[in-house]
């Protein structure tokens, strides 16, 4: 639908009133995402962060004249795009909306963002024409009494893949929605860093892992080096007393191997 003159200049001038407000903004695309999912996604940040959907041309309008030092973040404007403003770490604002995403059957022309596999076992699906098109899909079926059953774990689409027609709606029968659906975050701005959707990702578990693995490591390395520290030096002084002990107790066992005249 078409925008009026004053309409864009009204739309411009809200981004820029946001734009001065925020320290973090964010650029997330909307493709393939529905309005209804859209409207919960924006209901549940409502307190974190606020979106404005705009054409691409108003949202590069609006950083150019207010925040010209955020022309880096503006590269990542693809498609129905539009810029999130917040207050809070960009990580956590990255964290929120990927929790907020959901399941949906995939459709054709969409790419596998994962291998999709069939596991072995028996469907739902009565016997008929759905034979031919699990086998057109590369799935491994046969008919068991009033069921079809799939032999083998069957892979249908390899990560990347383009999905035809019979492989979505196979995949649909079967109950699998390989596809994610919500905002996707591509980049965040703040403090004059663009952070993108890579580095925004960030698997907490793992990264807490890495944290304490990394500690253990420096503070091997502390008492090994003898680093005194707060952390090293009681350990230090431990493994001295061991090693003190250990010395003692060979003195003290040669002492005993001695002859006596």
């Known amino acids: 639908m078409p925008i009026s003159k004053d309409g864009k200049k009204a739309a411009v ?5 946001k734009l ?3 320290p973090v903004v964010a650029v997330a695309t909307l ?3 529905p309005s209804r999912q859209y409207n919960l996604i924006k209901k549940k940040l409502r307190g974190q962060a606020e979106i404005i959907v705009a054409r691409t041309t108003l949202l590069q309008r609006a950083i150019d004249e207010a925040r010209p030092e955020l022309k880096e973040l503006a590269k990542q404007f693809s498609g129905s795009s539009a810029l999130l403003f917040t207050k809070q770490n960009p990580f956590k604002l990255y964290q929120a909306i990927k929790a907020n995403k959901s399941k949906t059957a995939a459709k054709a022309g969409q790419i596998a963002p994962i291998d999709l596999v069939v596991p072995a076992g ?3 699906l009565a016997p008929g024409p759905v034979l031919t098109e699990l086998k057109q ?3 491994s079926a046969r008919i068991v009494g009033p069921k079809v059953v799939i032999d083998k774990d069957s892979r249908v689409a390899k990560k990347g893949d383009v999905l035809t027609d019979v492989q ?3 995949l649909a029968k079967l109950g699998v929605e390989p596809m994610e659906v919500g905002l996707n ?3 965040a701005w703040e403090a004059g860093t663009v952070y ?3 580095i925004l990702d960030v698997d907490a578990d793992s990264f807490k892992q890495q944290l304490i693995l990394a500690h253990q490591q420096a503070v091997n390395l502390g008492v090994h080096a003898e680093i005194f520290n707060a952390t090293t030096t009681p350990l230090i002084i431990a493994k001295a007393a061991r090693a003190a002990n250990a010395l003692n107790a060979l003195v003290e066992k040669a002492a005993q191997a001695q002859p006596t005249e």
């Open 137 to 139: 899909a590369g799935i």
């Open 196 to 198: 993108l959707q890579a």
């Open 20 to 22: 001065a407000e925020y």
């Open 31 to 33: 493709q393939n995402l």
């Open 168 to 170: 979505a709606k196979v």
């Open 13 to 17: 001038a809200e981004l820029k009133k």
């Open 185 to 187: 975050v591509l980049a």
């Open 122 to 124: 028996e469907t739902s």
